[in-house]
Structures are given as structure tokens and as C-alpha cells.
């Protein structure tokens, strides 16, 4: 009985005192300055290159194949 008593005792404590042990999570932050990778332009990359009338025409053509009232006539 008193070593179930104990175990039990002996858990709850460790339980309890296992939360103390939490630390913040939140991400800090500088001032001014960002700390993530840059963004890069849609048409900077891949097939166009740079080319930003290159894929503003694979853009409207995109758009177009999905045009439901152009599907329907």
C-alpha cells in the first residue's frame, strides 16, 4: 500500500512539475529588418526567365482555358 502510494505520489509531483519547465515559443523579432528569404517575382523564375510579357500571356491563356462561358459557346 505505501509503495503505490508513493509511485503515485512520485507521478503526480513529476507531472506537475513537468509544466514548469515550458519555455516561449514565440519567434522574436528585430525592428526594420525581415528575417525570411526574399520573395522573387512569378516571372523572375523557371520557364520565363524575367520575361514578364511571357508570363502574363501564359497567364491570360491559363485563364481563358478555364472560362466556362468560352467552354459553353
Given at each position: 500500500m505505501k509503495?503505490?502510494?508513493f509511485l503515485a505520489l512520485t507521478v503526480s509531483i513529476g507531472l506537475s512539475l513537468s509544466a514548469c519547465g515550458e519555455y516561449s515559443q514565440v519567434a522574436s523579432y528585430k525592428p526594420g529588418n525581415y528575417q525570411g528569404k526574399s520573395d522573387t517575382r512569378p516571372w523572375e523564375g523557371?520557364?520565363?526567365a524575367g520575361n514578364?510579357?511571357?508570363w502574363e500571356a501564359a497567364l491570360n491563356s491559363r485563364n481563358q482555358a478555364q472560362n466556362e462561358y468560352k467552354k459553353a459557346n
Amino acid at each position: 500500500m505505501k509503495k503505490s502510494l508513493f509511485l503515485a505520489l512520485t507521478v503526480s509531483i513529476g507531472l506537475s512539475l513537468s509544466a514548469c519547465g515550458e519555455y516561449s515559443q514565440v519567434a522574436s523579432y528585430k525592428p526594420g529588418n525581415y528575417q525570411g528569404k526574399s520573395d522573387t517575382r512569378p516571372w523572375e523564375g523557371g520557364q520565363f526567365a524575367g520575361n514578364k510579357q511571357a508570363w502574363e500571356a501564359a497567364l491570360n491563356s491559363r485563364n481563358q482555358a478555364q472560362n466556362e462561358y468560352k467552354k459553353a459557346n
